[in-house]
């Protein structure tokens, strides 16, 4: 589910819709949280769909470290891409952010980390990045954890909407990181490695 401070809108003709901050939603908030009405496929099912329908899925899931394909069921499946991005997956089932968020800001991942098939060039902001690779998540999951680190001790100091939606063991998880007794797991632990992947779903 995404944070309820957000709404749908429609950018630009090239990026299309995303999701855009309603209220200010600081750093450290969790963003979104994987919930019992996203819907999970597996490869299997994947393949054995129209290509209708595994076009729609190819376009609007990310796949999970078991390779399964995870359909948002709200608007958080419009996020768009950028190598600046504003929140971060981690590898508790949510995503966080890495930066205050302002009213009327687009709320962005970094699709690197989410298993992607196959490469694509994305928009040019002027980072080094210009193209995201299926593998990205190994190249930088120790940067990406450092961003998350850095922001990870605010969670049980704000309010936080989705709170709710974590189960029990992972908001322990949480606290035990916070108070030191736990080292963070890594986002890496979402990879999912597919060597059989040719890229070619149509």
């Known amino acids: ?15 299309g819709y995303g999701v855009v901050a309603t209220e200010f939603i600081p750093k450290g908030t969790i963003t979104w949280v994987l919930d019992q009405l996203d819907r999970e496929f597996s490869l299997h099912e994947f393949e054995s769909m129209d290509s209708m329908y595994r076009e729609i899925l190819y376009n609007y899931t990310f796949r999970n470290n078991k390779g399964n394909y995870v359909l948002c ?23 966080i952010a890495i930066k205050d968020i302002h009213p009327g800001e687009q709320l962005t991942d970094d699709y690197g980390y989410l298993n992607i098939v196959e ?19 190994l190249k930088y999951a120790k940067c ?7 922001v990870f001790g605010k969670i ?16 322990d998880e949480i606290i035990a990181v916070c108070e030191g007794r736990k080292e963070m797991d890594s986002i890496g632990k979402n ?6 992947t040719n890229g070619n779903f149509y």
């Not at 936080?160 to 992972?170: A, D, F, V």
């Open 191 to 196: 990879y999912y490695n597919d060597k059989n």
């Open 119 to 137: 490469p694509f060039r994305a928009f040019d902001e002027g980072t080094k990045r210009k193209i995201v690779y299926p593998n990205d998540l």
């Open 156 to 171: 049980p100091k704000l309010d936080q909407p989705l709170r709710e939606l974590i189960t029990k063991s992972t908001w």
């Open 1 to 15: 589910m995404i944070h309820p401070k957000t709404e749908l809108r429609f950018i630009n003709s090239n990026v």
């Open 144 to 150: 990406w954890d450092r961003k998350i680190f850095r």
């Open 73 to 95: 069921w709200d608007h958080g499946r419009y996020i768009n891409h950028s190598f600046k991005s504003n929140c971060l997956s981690t590898a508790y089932d949510f995503e």
